[in-house]
């Protein structure tokens, strides 16, 4: 995949076939998007392409709302590549194109510049200066152009319509489960393996604590969990909490490994979350602590089992 910063310097691709948006999580609503942008590339032999913006304009224009990124840049970079876009381009979100006329837009970028041959985007997408730009525009504009112009509609499931913002709550709020459905995949964090207190290995289960920069983590809480450590990926159960039977007070991201053996220290991995199966508590002993992570690990093995 070919990647821009600058639509300048997007120059002698065949018939553009573009969709625009922040794509962020590349959720089964995304997905439909970027399988229509594809599919039509490969119609015209033309070559499918992405527009996205980096920082996130909400971040910009209303941070009270903006609850955070499902997953940082290089992330979304990657599965935009897999899902088979073939040039990605990421415009960075200034105040000069926020203040871009939506007829500007349409006239100097995507005619002028990319020179657009399809545009495909969501049902809701918007852009120019207060958002004053909208699908039925774009259909106008496109049609008096003789360029092709879809406008997708939204995915559904299960009544539940599928946006980022939908799952950014049901993670935070520790439905991972129903998340993985909206993503299409398990929610995932990654980061840096770091040092801890050590409790688990002196309690018979080792655990290794997670140090990331994601900026979404699921609700404090027990879930059932994998770790990737690079292609391969292990049974976990995962505690995110604070500790309080060892009165601790920060936040931690820990995960007993199961049927693991080795010092990952310092090593980067992925951690996938499956299902959240209980509360953080605060136990009389460390005893019955144990006990019940032989539990939570119980269910883990019952979960994939399932599978």
């Known amino acids: ?83 088979g876009i073939e040039v990605l381009i990421a415009m960075e979100f200034t105040d000069t194109l926020r203040r871009t006329p939506p007829e500007d837009f349409i006239n100097n970028i995507l005619i002028e510049k990319l020179g657009i041959s399809a545009l495909i985007v969501g049902y809701d997408f918007k852009f120019g200066i207060g958002g004053s730009g909208n699908t039925e525009m774009l259909k106008r504009e496109c049609s008096s152009r003789g360029i092709y112009f879809e406008a997708v509609d939204a995915v559904t499931l299960d009544g539940d319509k599928v ?42 289960f080792p655990t290794v604590n997670l140090d990331t920069s994601f900026e979404i983590i699921p609700r404090e809480g027990v879930y059932i969990s994998e770790v990737g450590i690079g292609s391969v990926r292990y049974t976990s159960v995962t505690n995110i909490g604070r500790n309080p039977t060892f009165d601790g007070k920060s936040l931690t991201i820990e995960t007993f490994i199961l049927d693991f053996t080795g010092d990952l220290y310092g090593t980067e991995i992925s951690l996938y979350f499956h299902e959240r199966i209980r509360d953080e508590k605060r136990f009389d002993s460390p005893e019955e602590l144990i006990k019940q992570i032989n539990r939570d690990v119980v269910l883990a093995k019952e979960f994939f089992s399932r599978l």
């Open 163 to 204: 946006g980022s913002n939908r799952i950014r709550r049901l993670i935070l709020e520790g439905d991972v489960h129903r998340a993985a459905q909206l993503l299409g995949r398990p929610y995932f964090i990654e980061g840096k393996v770091t040092g801890g207190e050590k409790r688990g290995r002196i309690m018979g």
């Open 1 to 83: 995949m070919k990647f821009f910063h600058s639509v300048d310097d997007v120059k002698g691709f065949p018939e553009p076939v573009l969709t625009i948006g922040n794509y962020d999580g590349v959720h089964i609503g995304h997905q439909r998007i970027i399988n229509r942008v594809v599919e039509i590339a490969r119609s015209k032999a033309g070559t499918p392409m992405l527009m996205t913006f980096n920082p996130h304009p909400l971040s910009i224009l209303r941070p009270e709302r903006h609850l955070g990124l499902l997953m940082p840049f290089y992330i979304k970079k990657r599965f935009i590549e897999e899902y």
